[in-house]
């Protein structure tokens, strides 16, 4: 069993940063590949960005690439996701998952966080 807790959410401007964490706690999450979605409103969960259980590789959504960076402390047991020059329509319920291999199927993860929520004004 993995629980996770993201944080960081908030309220940002257009063009701001932000920056989530994503702390998981029971087994060892180096096992596990890590990944943060999002789901707006009267939309469906969308893959954000993934990292493999090492942290060698990762997988962006084509919609945030060259903005956001994800990144994981193993020793720490938290993944983290650096959002810079958001956009309002980066305004959602940002999730944090964890699955045996990166996938941007939503149903194939394993655990999900609670979700914190992000809204960028314009």
């Known amino acids: 069993q993995v629980r996770l807790a993201e944080s960081g959410g908030g309220l940002v401007q257009a063009g701001g940063s932000l920056s989530l964490s994503c702390a998981a706690s029971g087994r060892t999450i180096s096992t596990y590949a890590m990944a943060w979605f999002r789901q707006a409103p009267g939309k469906e969960r969308e893959f954000v960005v993934g990292?493999?259980?090492?942290?060698?590789?990762?997988a962006y959504g084509n919609s945030v690439k060259g903005r956001f960076t994800i990144s994981r402390d193993n020793a720490k047991s938290t993944v983290y996701l650096q959002m810079n020059s958001l956009k309002p329509e980066d305004t959602a319920v940002y999730y944090c998952a964890a699955a045996g291999t990166v996938t941007l199927t939503a149903t194939r993860y394993d655990y999900w966080g609670q979700g914190t929520q992000v809204t960028v004004s314009s």
């Open positions: 990292i493999s259980g090492s942290g060698r590789n990762t």
